[in-house]
């Protein structure tokens, strides 16, 4: 086994050379075209995840979806099944929390978070001990410290009218969970949260002021950090090469594509963009298991993460 690093150009990280499937610690699944597709499991899912776990790796599902809490991911996922821990589990929401903990770290404001989304988000500020105060009542006039935008459901113009003034008048920075245009489901694509971050910030005119979910990195160097790995021992399955692949990218961590969701080989062949090249094609989470046995029959793209 090779041990031989190099310093990529242009100012990327230090990586491995080759695929080594032993140096692998964690592995991070993506979940809707990989594990399920909208409620119902892949057959290939379950048995993947779980031998990924008898390796003696770690597993991750980290999703973009802000709409559930961890805990209620997690439940949902038990009653299909799937026996998945809230601890394996972050959601744009979880890293909003964090985030706003963190920002508010050793501070003497107690905010208050004007929240355009669903129940996951105020779930998750409570879970994480996110101090002040958090709404989603467009008619709570309290002014606001910051404004947290994700997937809602039951968004409106009351709604984005209160999000807006906050950011104009009161002086509120502006986050979003993540820049989804659309996500899928088994009745085909709905407007994500990346719409209503656009509606937000085009009368605005300014963009978020950060972004939580894929592609942003900051999922996986939360992932190595609990793990306490560096982010070349990870490996990222996904399927979409503009969240998936390019966060796995920019993070310097191993990328496979699934073909079972949203891409497909003619999608793939069209790639410019280095950093939506994945390393690995799968037909589908099945083939997980060969792939960590035979590397090179599935390799896509040279060189390292
Ligand atoms: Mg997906």
């Not at 079972?260 to 090249?277: A, F, I």
Request: hydrophobic content about 40%; some cysteine; overall charge positive.
């Amino acid at each position: 086994m090779s041990t031989k690093r190099s310093l990529q150009s242009g100012g990327r990280r230090a990586a491995a050379e080759a695929f080594e499937p032993e140096r692998i610690k964690v592995v991070v699944f993506d979940a809707d075209g990989v594990l399920v597709h909208g409620s119902t499991l892949y057959p290939a899912g379950l048995p993947a995840w779980q031998w990924v776990q008898r390796s003696g790796r770690r597993t991750y599902l980290l999703t973009n979806n802000s709409m559930r809490s961890r805990s209620a991911y997690a439940r949902r996922w038990q009653r299909m099944g799937f026996p998945l821990r809230r601890s394996e589990i972050v959601t744009s929401g979880y890293l909003a929390a964090l985030y706003l903990r963190r920002e508010l770290a050793g501070g003497r404001i107690r905010p208050h978070i004007f929240v355009v989304g669903g129940p996951g988000i105020p779930a998750e500020l409570k879970a994480v001990g996110v101090p002040g105060s958090w709404t989603r009542d467009p008619a709570d006039e309290r002014p606001a410290h910051y404004v947290l935008v994700g997937l809602d459901k039951q968004v409106n113009y009351r709604k984005l009218s209160r999000a807006l003034r906050a950011i104009l008048y009161d002086g509120a920075v502006f986050l979003a969970t993540n820049r989804d245009a659309t996500y899928p489901t088994e009745r085909g694509l709905f407007p994500g949260a990346g719409s209503i971050v656009a509606a937000l910030a085009a009368s605005a005119g300014r963009e978020p002021a950060a972004v939580m979910g894929k592609p942003e990195p900051r999922a996986l160097e939360l992932i190595a950090r609990e793990v306490g790995c560096s982010l070349e021992e990870l490996l990222v399955v996904g399927d979409r090469l503009e969240t998936d692949i390019l966060c796995a990218r920019r993070a310097g961590a191993w990328s496979a594509l699934v073909l079972s969701g949203v891409t497909d080989r003619k999608r793939l062949r069209s790639v410019t963009d280095p950093d939506e090249l994945p390393h690995f094609v799968l037909r589908d989470v099945g083939q997980l298991p060969d792939l960590f046995a035979h590397p090179a029959r599935y390799r896509w793209a040279t060189p390292g993460p």
